[in-house]
């Protein structure tokens, strides 16, 4: 499967930015998918992560309830919202799938438990 994420960009503090992860291949709407940012200094960090179905979704403590990952599998896409943006959010984001190991309902938890990679897109939130 290749990802190609987009919607980064440069935003002020207190803003929205939708981040849009556009899969190809059949097969994607039974993969897993994560948002991953990196930000320089820091270990990469899974921001957002779902399950196939949409049915499981998990969101990092630091910006719960101001970002939220869906997905529509016909559009072979998945989205994380991103609201009250702040300084700390600036990163580049990736997205990443994986299939699911033995059929499991649940997303990888772990960074390393992704073998795809998209190209990632930068996120800059100023003050």
């Known amino acids: 499967v290749q990802l190609q994420a987009s919607g980064g960009g440069l935003v002020q503090t207190g803003g929205s930015l939708t981040l849009s992860c556009v899969a190809s291949?059949?097969?994607?709407?039974?993969?897993?998918v994560a948002w991953i940012r990196r930000t320089p200094g820091k270990e990469r960090e899974i921001v957002g992560a779902i399950n196939w179905s949409g049915g499981y979704t998990y969101i990092v403590d630091s910006v719960k309830g101001r970002f939220t990952i869906s997905r529509d599998n016909a559009k072979n896409t998945v989205y994380l919202q991103m609201g009250s943006l702040k300084p700390e959010d600036t990163a580049v984001y990736y997205c990443?799938?994986?299939?699911?190991?033995?059929?499991?309902?649940?997303?990888?938890?772990?960074?390393?438990?992704?073998?795809?990679w998209g190209q990632g897109t930068q996120v800059t939130v100023s003050s």
């Open positions: 291949g059949p097969s994607f709407r039974s993969y897993s």
């Open positions: 990443a799938a994986e299939s699911p190991i033995g059929g499991s309902y649940y997303p990888p938890l772990r960074v390393d438990g992704y073998a795809y």
